[in-house]
């Protein structure tokens, strides 16, 4: 009996751990970026160096039922040993600001909810702009505006090869990625189980993402994957940048 509720057990742990990438490939509506691969650049580029006024424009939509949820525009106003980006939804009004330091790593994230602010800065983007690079990164995190707990924040960035992408914006070159933070603690105490994903596809040209697109999901106490709680399942699409 001992060793039929220890195996019921371990089978309740791996399926915990498998199961949140599985179930979603067969949810989402939202068409998937179409892209053409392209081969390796000899020496990898440059990302554009940030300077005030440098501007991107993006429709944020919601990848289950193609909805146009908000056009955000995210605007360089200071640069030096912090870089700050101010936000704002044609919506939503007055976003959180994203701040970078250096360039590239973001000390401010406001991309997921609630918006967060790491203890020690942590990649945007890949460290090295080639195919097949990969970083995990730990760290741990504050809620904006309430900096009396932190929680631990885990980071997996994977560069998986050049595509060429299209978006109103125009056509362009780009490295996709993708980012998982697998099993992060949330500040909802209430969660007992948390996992993000998304694929980004970059452009070095414009120094940000042209497509971003993005879940989460969560459990309570009790549930399976097969029944976890989504968060926003959005996509970023570039509309216009400067």
Same mark, same amino acid.
């Given at each position: 009996?001992?060793?039929?509720?220890?195996?019921?057990?371990?089978?309740?742990?791996?399926?915990l751990?498998?199961?949140?990438?599985?179930?979603?490939?067969?949810i989402?509506?939202?068409?998937?970026?179409?892209?053409?691969?392209?081969?390796q650049?000899?020496?990898?580029?440059?990302?554009?160096a940030?300077?005030?006024?440098?501007?991107?424009?993006?429709?944020?939509?919601?990848?289950?039922?193609?909805? +146009?949820?908000?056009?955000?525009?995210?605007?360089?106003?200071?640069?030096?040993?912090?870089?700050?980006?101010?936000?704002?939804?044609?919506?939503?009004?007055?976003?959180?600001?994203?701040?970078?330091q250096p360039?590239?790593y973001?000390?401010?994230?406001?991309?997921?909810?609630?918006?967060?602010?790491?203890?020690?800065?942590?990649?945007?983007?890949?460290?090295?702009?080639?195919?097949?690079?990969?970083?995990?990164?730990?760290?741990?995190?504050?809620?904006?505006?309430?900096?009396?707990?932190?929680?631990?924040?885990?980071?997996?960035?994977?560069?998986?090869?050049?595509?060429?992408?299209?978006a109103?914006?125009?056509?362009f070159?780009?490295?996709?990625?993708?980012n998982?933070?697998?099993?992060?603690?949330?500040?909802?105490?209430?969660?007992?189980?948390?996992?993000?994903?998304?694929?980004?596809?970059?452009?070095p040209?414009i120094?940000?993402?042209?497509?971003?697109?993005g879940?989460?999901?969560?459990?309570?106490?009790?549930?399976?994957?097969n029944?976890a +709680?989504w968060?926003?399942?959005?996509?970023?699409?570039l509309?216009?940048w400067?």
């Open positions: 009996m001992a060793t039929q509720l220890l195996q019921i057990s371990t089978l309740r742990r791996f399926l751990l498998l199961s949140p990438a599985v179930l979603v490939a067969c989402s509506s939202q068409p998937y970026p179409a892209s053409t691969p392209l081969p650049p000899i020496n990898p580029p440059k990302v554009r940030p300077q005030v006024g440098q501007q991107w424009v993006y429709n944020v939509r919601n990848v289950f039922n193609q909805e +146009l949820v908000d056009v955000v525009t995210e605007k360089v106003v200071s640069v030096g040993p912090q870089i700050r980006i101010e936000r704002s939804g044609l919506k939503a009004g007055q976003l959180p600001d994203e701040i970078q360039w590239g973001v000390l401010q994230d406001p991309h997921w909810n609630p918006p967060q602010k790491f203890l020690q800065p942590i990649p945007l983007w890949p460290e090295q702009l080639v195919p097949g690079w990969s970083g995990f990164y730990r760290d741990r995190y504050q809620v904006v505006d309430y900096p009396d707990n932190d929680y631990y924040w885990g980071l997996n960035i994977a560069a998986l090869g050049w595509e060429g992408i299209s109103p914006a125009g056509q070159p780009v490295l996709k990625y993708q998982e933070a697998p099993f992060f603690t949330s500040n909802d105490f209430s969660r007992v189980a948390n996992y993000r994903q998304e694929d980004v596809w970059f452009s040209e120094g940000r993402w042209v497509i971003r697109r879940y989460g999901r969560y459990l309570w106490a009790g549930m399976f994957w029944d +709680l968060e926003d399942h959005l996509e970023w699409e509309a216009s400067k």
